[in-house]
């Protein structure tokens, strides 16, 4: 791993990412912002979240330090992001993003073990474009009533548990 890969588009995307979620968690309260700008935070955290593989692989900055700092930055902002925006989101839906979470963790873990390579499927990145929109409509919901959001959770959430077992199970092939 090469030091100066930090200063990589791609990776300073991923740490201005990762150093935004903490200061926001830290300085400042969702209550502090009004609803569309509370929106416009977690729709550019989100937006990162793609960005910075996009532009990697774009302009050919895949690193090393990228392929792992990408992956856990996203885990960690998107847990500091659950819990900075806890009163707007019902404690059973971070349950089970956590509990799908530390499910995916143990899969990257044993990928970075056995010293793998998965791909990260566009089921995955569709499923988390999903989830950042969910809790946008959390965060809308608490000024504005909408009546479908709870069934469009279940729907969000059961297909962000399918990607991570289809993940999981293609470790598993993959190694096996």
Do not use: H
């Amino acid at each position: 791993m090469n030091f100066k890969d930090i200063l990589l588009l791609p990776n300073l995307i991923t740490l201005f990412r990762f150093f935004s979620a903490i200061y926001l968690f830290f300085y400042y309260s969702p209550q502090d912002f009004n609803v569309f700008i509370l929106v416009s935070i977690i729709a550019i955290i989100g937006l990162s979240d793609s960005l910075d593989g996009i532009v990697a692989r774009r302009y050919n900055l895949v690193s090393e330090l990228g392929v792992i700092l990408d992956p856990l930055t996203d885990r960690i902002v998107f847990i500091i992001l659950l819990f900075w925006l806890n009163i707007f989101i019902p404690n059973s839906l971070i349950y089970a993003i956590l509990l799908r979470e530390f499910l995916v963790l143990i899969g990257s873990l044993y990928v970075l073990i056995k010293g793998l390579k998965i791909n990260v499927s566009n089921k995955g990145k569709f499923a988390t474009v999903l989830l950042f929109i969910n809790i946008c409509l959390f965060v809308i919901n608490s000024s504005l009533s909408i009546p479908f959001i709870n069934q469009l959770t279940v729907i969000v959430i059961i297909f962000y548990f399918y990607v991570a077992i289809e993940y999981l199970y293609n470790l598993i092939y993959k190694s096996g």
